[in-house]
């Protein structure tokens, strides 16, 4: 009979463990009385038909050992998963492969959920939710309804990113260089019937409400998106005109050193600024702009291109005559769509003004001395003392702007205004997959018709009616054909019997624009607290139950417009009475991009992509799990080593043996632990601890490896500090752990099992190692007690060789000595 000992063998016990924690219904969220919360979630996947790489895995894992770890500390905790179903990738998916999103979507859920599961992370499936279940689509159009009701929700003739190949408006981040992102199709610009959400109302509040969250880097990027600026709109008259362009600037204290006007293609005032001479050049760059997205204008790499009009306005305070430019930098999105241009301190119009041979003049020094402008090769942008500037002369920058901005009320040229970067959410989506608008129209008929799917008809777009709530969801119909077309109406409006509808004789004609993706991603962590309720979007017993989200966990391309977005609608949210804090997510955590072995993005196109179901299949969902968590700080950007996983598979295997085989002692001497192996045990159950909570796995993992060593060389591991060992490494690999509790006769999960306790006492070295200083110079080292007298330490001090030759036949003047720190000997 062999008595070879059993090895690990992860492709066993991983898929045993899987499923007898979904069986038992462990990791299921129930609150109890008495007991704190943590509300623990990711950001949901959108469900590719390629599957995971190993790059997506980081931050679930990284969320999973914190709520392991959190309800081993005794926390009810909440984690779940969904997933981001709607939206152009699925559609344009659909159409590359010829089948339907809906078939596409749920095989790709259904791959990623197979994935997720290998990997052992503790998600509460009963709670599993997609944005394209039907309840949920309900939700999302009452929400919509609920923004339609305050006058949130508008229409507006927008100028927008039209792809005529996808059938949709783009965002201004999915167009380069005048192609769209996904398939590099011709945009242009063009105005469109728009669905529009007020996000500017809030503007304030989303900026200032973000001061009391533990959101590092990201609110910096929120503040910068949503751009407060404070400054004042000024009127210039234009030369042989009643017209009048209006300007907003930040800088008042400057208006003295304008020296050109420009304006956005799109100002209305344009043709009218188009001299006869100029008229046809202007035109033709105002076409040429209507192609580029919003990003590539603004990019401050970019080169300074724009066309004189052949107009001049005239300088408020001087009357000056300055030729108005018009140029593609300028949007006339952003506030009033013209600026006047100060190349001295402003580095765009620098640039521009040295492209085009336009003057710089110096109206803000450094220290108040005039300086020639011939010779300078950047703008000053900075504050200074205000020069050639009549009244402002000799005022620091701050003065002078007050004492501008005073100047333009009293003489009435001018008004105090606050400006803001962030505009109004364009919401309307022109294609199939998304969430239809819960809005229909009246429709006027021709005289002699009597159905507009066959007759002609006006929609009378003006008069938006909600549907009412007992009619949502609004299901998208069944379409065989959802291509896109060059129609902006969308697929939606080629079904015609789902289209137009008949109420008390009358037509009526539904929207055909859908949401954007966005939507079902803006509210989701809210139905996660109650995701079966029929009867409301969740209760208020869920909401006190679970809100708000403790941790949230995702990758910084969403660190602007998703968690701007879902603040907003919580926001609404907030001032309807349905949520009771003004933040959703109270910490936000972004985890690092994982590169390919080449170190760059892993793509298939790049055909560095690792598969983790290769690395699961090879080594182990716990290895990869350990590994991703070990390869460096969870924020950092890092290349992914598979040899990095053998290494951690090493350490599993070594754990294994180790540990897999200690028993209680039966007769003989029982195994102990010696005294250094006892501290560091201590020491590292108090680490791992510390090092979770604040995120820091790398390092945890690094002293469960020093602790793992030291074990190894005992002639045997006591089974209690078995048990601790296994309670510490359970969040990080539960597939081993739990395999090793069941070993030593347990019958509960190690999942249930108390976080194991630490004596402080003996996390603190008893010897510490102090400089010893001679004259204030370090002349050596010394290990002493902690606490040990100043007596203990003069003693050791002169017992030390290595002081001998500085301190013998010296007079000792003076001894300093902190305790566990610092021993400085003053000698002459």
Same mark, same amino acid.
């Given at each position: 009979?062999?008595?070879?000992?059993?090895?690990?063998?992860?492709?066993?016990?991983?898929?045993?463990?899987?499923?007898?924690?979904?069986?038992?219904?462990?990791?299921?969220?129930?609150?109890?009385?008495?007991?704190?919360?943590?509300?623990?979630?990711?950001?949901?996947?959108?469900?590719?038909?390629?599957?995971?790489?190993?790059?997506?895995?980081?931050?679930?894992?990284?969320?999973?050992?914190?709520?392991?770890?959190?309800?081993?500390?005794?926390?009810?905790?909440?984690?779940?998963?969904?997933?981001?179903?709607?939206?152009?990738?699925?559609?344009?998916?659909?159409?590359?492969?010829?089948?339907?999103? =809906?078939?596409?979507?749920?095989?790709?859920?259904?791959?990623?959920?197979?994935?997720?599961?290998?990997?052992?992370?503790?998600?509460?499936?009963?709670?599993?939710?997609?944005?394209?279940?039907?309840?949920?689509?309900?939700?999302?159009?009452?929400?919509?309804?609920?923004?339609?009701?305050?006058?949130?929700?508008?229409?507006?003739?927008?100028?927008?990113?039209?792809?005529?190949?996808?059938?949709?408006?783009?965002?201004?981040?999915?167009?380069?260089?005048?192609?769209?992102?996904?398939?590099?199709?011709?945009?242009?610009?063009?105005?469109?019937?728009?669905?529009?959400?007020?996000?500017?109302?809030?503007?304030?509040?989303? @900026?200032?409400?973000?001061?009391?969250?533990?959101?590092?880097?990201?609110?910096?990027?929120?503040?910068?998106?949503?751009?407060?600026?404070?400054?004042?709109?000024?009127?210039?008259?234009?030369?042989?005109?009643?017209?009048?362009?209006?300007?907003?600037?930040?800088?008042?204290?400057?208006?003295?050193?304008?020296?050109?006007?420009?304006?956005?293609?799109?100002?209305?005032?344009?043709?009218?600024?188009?001299?006869?001479?100029?008229?046809?050049?202007?035109?033709?760059?105002?076409?040429?702009?209507?192609?580029?997205?919003?990003?590539?204008?603004?990019?401050?790499?970019?080169?300074?291109?724009?066309?004189?009009?052949?107009?001049? @306005?005239?300088?408020?305070?001087?009357?000056?005559?300055?030729?108005?430019?018009?140029? #593609?930098?300028?949007?006339?999105?952003?506030?009033?769509?013209?600026?006047?241009?100060?190349?001295?301190?402003?580095?765009?119009?620098?640039?521009?003004?040295?492209?085009?041979?336009?003057?710089?003049?110096?109206?803000?020094?450094?220290?108040?001395?005039?300086?020639?402008?011939?010779?300078?090769?950047?703008?000053?942008?900075?504050?200074?003392?205000?020069?050639?500037?009549?009244?402002?002369?000799?005022?620091?920058?701050?003065?002078?702007?007050?004492?501008?901005?005073?100047?333009?009320?009293?003489?009435?040229?001018?008004?105090?205004?606050?400006?803001?970067?962030?505009?109004?959410?364009?919401?309307?989506?022109?294609?199939?997959?998304?969430?239809?608008?819960?809005?229909?129209?009246?429709?006027?008929?021709?005289?002699?018709?009597?159905?507009?799917?066959?007759?002609?008809?006006?929609?009378?777009?003006?008069?938006?009616?909600?549907?009412?709530?007992?009619?949502?969801?609004?299901?998208?119909?069944?379409?065989?054909?959802?291509?896109?077309?060059?129609?902006?109406?969308?697929?939606?409006?080629?079904?015609?019997?789902?289209?137009?509808?008949?109420?008390?004789?009358?037509?009526?004609?539904?929207?055909?624009?859908?949401?954007?993706?966005?939507?079902?991603?803006?509210?989701?962590?809210?139905?996660?607290?109650?995701?079966?309720?029929?009867?409301?979007?969740?209760?208020?017993?869920?909401?006190?139950?679970?809100? !708000?989200? #403790?941790?949230?966990?995702?990758?910084?391309?969403?660190?602007?417009?998703?968690?701007?977005?879902?603040?907003?609608?919580?926001?609404?949210?907030?001032?309807?009475?349905?949520?009771?804090?003004?933040?959703?997510?109270?910490?936000?955590?972004?985890?690092?991009?994982?590169?390919?072995?080449?170190?760059?993005?892993?793509?298939?196109?790049?055909?560095?992509?690792?598969?983790?179901?290769?690395?699961?299949?090879?080594?182990?969902?716990? =290895?990869?799990?350990?590994?991703?968590?070990?390869?460096? !700080?969870?924020?950092?950007?890092?290349?992914?080593?598979?040899?990095?996983?053998?290494?951690?598979?090493?350490?599993?295997?070594?754990?294994?043996?180790?540990?897999?085989?200690?028993?209680? #002692?039966?007769?003989?001497?029982?195994?102990?632990?010696?005294?250094?192996?006892?501290?560091?045990?201590?020491?590292?159950?108090?680490?791992?601890?510390?090092?979770?909570? =604040?995120?820091?796995?790398?390092?945890?993992?690094?002293?469960?490896?020093?602790?793992?060593?030291?074990?190894?060389?005992?002639?045997?591991?006591?089974?209690?500090? @078995?048990?601790?060992?296994?309670?510490?490494?359970?969040?990080?690999?539960?597939?081993?752990?739990?395999?090793?509790?069941?070993?030593?006769?347990?019958?509960?999960?190690?999942?249930?099992?108390?976080?194991?306790?630490?004596?402080?006492?003996?996390?603190?070295?008893?010897?510490?190692?102090?400089?010893?200083?001679?004259?204030?110079?370090?002349?050596?080292?010394?290990?002493?007690?902690?606490?040990?007298?100043?007596?203990?330490?003069?003693?050791?001090?002169?017992?030390?060789?290595?002081?001998?030759?500085?301190?013998?036949?010296?007079?000792?003047?003076?001894?300093?000595?902190?305790?566990?720190?610092?021993?400085?000997?003053?000698?002459?």
């Amino acid at each position: 009979m062999s008595t070879e000992r059993p090895k690990y063998d992860p492709a066993n016990i991983e898929p045993l463990w899987q499923a007898r924690w979904e069986e038992q219904r462990i990791f299921e969220a129930r609150r109890h009385p008495g007991k704190p919360k943590a509300y623990i979630l990711d950001m949901f996947p959108y469900p590719s038909g390629a599957g995971l790489h190993v790059g997506h895995p980081e931050g679930y894992t990284a969320t999973d050992i914190v709520s392991r770890y959190l309800r081993m500390r005794g926390y009810d905790v909440l984690h779940p998963m969904g997933w981001d179903a709607f939206g152009l990738p699925a559609e344009q998916h659909a159409l590359e492969t010829g089948t339907h999103p =809906a078939d596409t979507t749920a095989k790709n859920v259904a791959t990623f959920k197979r994935q997720l599961k290998s990997l052992g992370f503790s998600y509460d499936w009963s709670r599993e939710l997609s944005t394209t279940d039907p309840e949920y689509v309900r939700w999302t159009q009452w929400l919509f309804l609920k923004l339609f009701d305050r006058g949130l929700a508008y229409q507006a003739e927008l100028p927008v990113n039209w792809c005529a190949a996808l059938g949709t408006v783009l965002a201004n981040e999915e167009v380069i260089d005048g192609k769209s992102e996904r398939g590099s199709h011709p945009v242009v610009r063009l105005p469109l019937r728009q669905w529009t959400l007020r996000i500017t109302a809030y503007a304030d509040r989303l @900026a200032e409400d973000l001061s009391g969250l533990d959101w590092p880097e990201t609110r910096e990027k929120q503040l910068h998106w949503i751009g407060r600026s404070e400054g004042a709109e000024v009127d210039f008259a234009i030369e042989g005109s009643a017209d009048r362009l209006r300007i907003f600037t930040t800088r008042p204290d400057t208006l003295f050193g304008a020296t050109y006007m420009v304006v956005a293609p799109e100002h209305p005032l344009l043709e009218r600024f188009a001299t006869a001479e100029r008229r046809a050049e202007v035109l033709a760059y105002r076409e040429a702009t209507a192609s580029r997205s919003e990003l590539d204008r603004t990019a401050l790499t970019k080169a300074k291109t724009g066309v004189f009009t052949g107009s001049y @306005a005239l300088h408020p305070l001087t009357g000056a005559r300055l030729p108005i430019w018009v140029a #593609d930098f300028v949007l006339g999105s952003y506030g009033t769509g013209a600026i006047m241009s100060v190349p001295g301190h402003d580095a765009r119009d620098f640039e521009f003004a040295r492209a085009f041979g336009l003057p710089v003049v110096e109206v803000v020094s450094v220290d108040g001395a005039l300086n020639e402008t011939g010779t300078w090769t950047e703008a000053f942008v900075g504050d200074g003392v205000a020069v050639r500037s009549r009244f402002l002369d000799g005022l620091r920058t701050p003065e002078a702007k007050a004492a501008m901005l005073a100047h333009l009320e009293r003489e009435g040229l001018g008004a105090r205004r606050v400006q803001y970067r962030l505009r109004d959410w364009v919401f309307s989506r022109q294609r199939y997959w998304g969430e239809p608008i819960p809005i229909y129209f009246p429709v006027e008929l021709a005289e002699g018709s009597s159905d507009p799917r066959i007759h002609p008809h006006t929609i009378r777009y003006d008069q938006p009616l909600p549907v009412s709530e007992d009619e949502l969801p609004v299901r998208l119909p069944e379409l065989e054909d959802f291509k896109p077309s060059e129609d902006p109406a969308g697929p939606l409006a080629r079904a015609l019997d789902w289209r137009f509808f008949q109420r008390d004789g009358k037509w009526y004609a539904r929207e055909t624009n859908t949401m954007p993706q966005w939507a079902g991603s803006c509210w989701y962590y809210l139905r996660f607290i109650d995701p079966k309720n029929t009867q409301a979007i969740f209760s208020q017993q869920a909401y006190d139950a679970w809100m !708000p989200v #403790d941790l949230y966990v995702g990758g910084s391309e969403h660190a602007v417009l998703h968690l701007l977005y879902a603040r907003f609608w919580h926001k609404v949210l907030f001032d309807c009475g349905l949520v009771t804090h003004a933040e959703p997510f109270k910490k936000l955590v972004h985890q690092g991009m994982i590169l390919g072995e080449n170190n760059e993005k892993m793509s298939k196109s790049r055909g560095n992509v690792v598969n983790p179901d290769d690395i699961v299949r090879q080594f182990g969902a716990d =290895a990869l799990r350990m590994y991703e968590m070990f390869m460096g !700080p969870l924020e950092a950007v890092k290349p992914w080593q598979t040899n990095g996983v053998i290494g951690v598979r090493r350490f599993l295997d070594r754990v294994w043996n180790m540990l897999a085989f200690v028993t209680e #002692d039966a007769g003989g001497a029982p195994a102990e632990l010696t005294e250094d192996a006892r501290r560091l045990l201590h020491k590292t159950v108090k680490k791992v601890g510390e090092d979770i909570e =604040a995120l820091r796995f790398n390092t945890a993992v690094s002293a469960m490896m020093i602790l793992a060593n030291a074990l190894a060389e005992l002639p045997r591991v006591p089974l209690e500090a @078995a048990r601790v060992f296994a309670r510490i490494l359970s969040p990080f690999a539960p597939h081993l752990s739990e395999e090793l509790w069941h070993r030593w006769g347990a019958s509960e999960s190690i999942s249930l099992q108390p976080w194991p306790e630490y004596d402080p006492a003996l996390t603190v070295d008893e010897l510490v190692e102090m400089a010893i200083q001679v004259n204030g110079k370090v002349r050596g080292k010394l290990r002493l007690k902690r606490d040990a007298t100043e007596a203990e330490a003069r003693e050791a001090v002169h017992r030390e060789p290595e002081l001998i030759p500085h301190l013998a036949g010296k007079t000792e003047r003076r001894f300093v000595y902190v305790p566990g720190r610092i021993i400085n000997i003053v000698v002459g």
